[in-house]
């Protein structure tokens, strides 16, 4: 084998080794339950914490979906309330629909919808995206709304 031969043989294994690395931190981190408070050491923002109801809730953690998006779970008796956040501006777009309400600060207009048991608000501040998402019969839609104030008020502090 020459020596030009040896040294791409080995640099294609170092390749192979840094993408196999890669992909194995991602799994892992897209399937590793991380406590709030880590959610911003991997991602390209502020995770903010509304901690609503915080005597209530039984678990709570995020999960990184990529480098730009992040979902917070907090769990509770009667529901689950997930927070996703993105700094890819327009990716739940696709998803809006439903009734405008408005949030207290900045003028913000959020759309929330219901059906059944489900319930969503989605709206953007200060460069991230937000789609609260509740599913079960602990939440009115004042509630949602005001997790939605809760966030808005931290981005802007």
Do not use: C, H
Not at 2 to 23: M, P, V
Not at 27 to 51: C, S
Not at 89 to 94: C, N, P
């Amino acid at each position: 084998m020459t020596k030009a031969a040896n040294k791409s043989s080995k640099l294609g294994k170092l390749l192979g080794i840094i993408i196999i690395g890669i992909i194995s931190l991602s799994l892992i981190l897209y399937f590793m339950r991380l406590p709030v408070q880590m959610a911003d050491w991997f991602v390209t923002f502020n995770v903010e914490e509304p901690n609503y109801k915080p005597e209530e809730i039984n678990n709570k953690y995020s999960k990184i979906v990529s480098r730009n998006k992040v979902k917070t779970i907090y769990e509770y008796n009667d529901g689950t309330l997930t927070i996703w956040a993105s700094s890819e501006i327009g990716w739940t777009k696709g998803e809006i629909w439903g009734e405008n309400v408005s949030l207290l600060v900045g003028e913000k207009t959020a759309f929330y919808q219901k059906e059944r048991n489900f319930q969503m608000v989605s709206f953007d501040t200060q460069g991230v995206e937000y789609k609260i998402e509740y599913i079960g019969e602990g939440f009115s839609k004042e509630e949602l709304i005001e997790v939605a104030n809760i966030i808005v008020i931290a981005k802007y502090a």
